[in-house]
């Protein structure tokens, strides 16, 4: 169960081909899209939902398989998918001068959505992510690669993100019992986890591999938001997205405002939202539309 207290959001749905996509539509103002990762949900940006709806309109989706959203079993759970999703909720909205706040997936996905609609963002806050390729991959993630032995371990034994509780936050403390609970519950059975192991496996090795050619295509043309305001924030004791990563989007974005969390991991937010909050928000209203 989700403590209402930590969530206390009222849940919005479109309708995706028969599919309820889920999402978060708090405040007015602005639009800071955020975006989640895997096995993460809207659950992760809370505490930067509860900040930053007095002043701003948070639209927080849960990617199709995740969180809120359904989890239907025969499905295309790829990239180009969830970007399609994205791209349908801003549509149904109307969003316009966008910011976009990524972490994990959600920057390839909502990196992907920049370069189909290039003028409708104005603005990036990235969270440890990726947009591009990478020949670097954790052990860990590699065996849950693994044909068989992924399904039994992310489906069977919910490891992703039971793992994912105790790995990717730094500061075990934030990890009480009830914030587990709301990471978790999205993930309670063996069908409700498909979407966990399809982000394991939608990651592009190789070049045969079928996003490799979209994010080769989203890493190609990430350059043509170098003049827009970025901020960067980066939990340096991320084990998935260590320091090779943030060398990448620096090289990219020269003039990123850069905030390195010396003792945040993977799940940067929940290590730091209270440090974060005042970074973001001085970004923000030191770079109005």
């Not at 978060?24 to 939902?49: K, Q």
Request: some cysteine; overall charge positive.
């Amino acid at each position: 169960m989700i403590k209402t207290s930590l969530y206390p959001f009222k849940s919005c749905f479109l309708d995706l081909d028969q599919h309820k996509y889920h999402y978060l539509d708090e405040g007015r103002g602005e639009t800071l899209l955020m975006l989640h990762g895997n096995p993460t949900w809207s659950f992760y940006y809370r505490n930067l939902i509860l900040e930053f709806k007095k002043s701003y309109r948070c639209v927080v989706p849960d990617h199709m398989g995740m969180g809120k959203s359904d989890k239907p079993q025969f499905y295309p759970y790829t990239l180009s998918q969830h970007i399609d999703n994205l791209a349908a909720l801003v549509c149904e909205l109307s969003l316009k001068d966008i910011t976009l706040v990524v972490h994990d997936w959600g920057g390839a996905i909502g990196m992907g959505f920049a370069i189909r609609y290039p003028k409708k963002v104005k603005r990036l806050v990235l969270f440890n992510t990726a947009a591009f390729l990478s020949e670097k991959i954790p052990i860990r993630l590699s065996l849950c690669r693994i044909p068989g032995l992924g399904s039994l371990a992310i489906r069977g034994f919910n490891a992703f993100a039971l793992a994912a509780t105790t790995m990717a936050c730094n500061n075990r403390d934030r990890m009480k019992d009830e914030v587990k609970a709301g990471y978790l519950a999205p993930y309670n059975n063996y069908s409700n986890r498909i979407g966990n192991l399809r982000f394991v496996q939608d990651i592009p090795m190789s070049p045969v591999h079928p996003s490799y050619s979209l994010v080769k295509e989203i890493e190609e043309n990430l350059g043509q938001f170098a003049n827009l305001p970025v901020m960067i924030v980066w939990g340096e004791k991320d084990f998935v997205f260590n320091r090779h990563f943030l060398k990448k989007w620096t090289e990219i974005y020269p003039h990123a405002v850069v905030h390195r969390i010396s003792d945040a991991g993977h799940y940067v937010v929940e290590d730091a939202y209270e440090r974060i909050i005042p970074l973001m928000g001085s970004f923000l209203q030191r770079n109005p539309l």
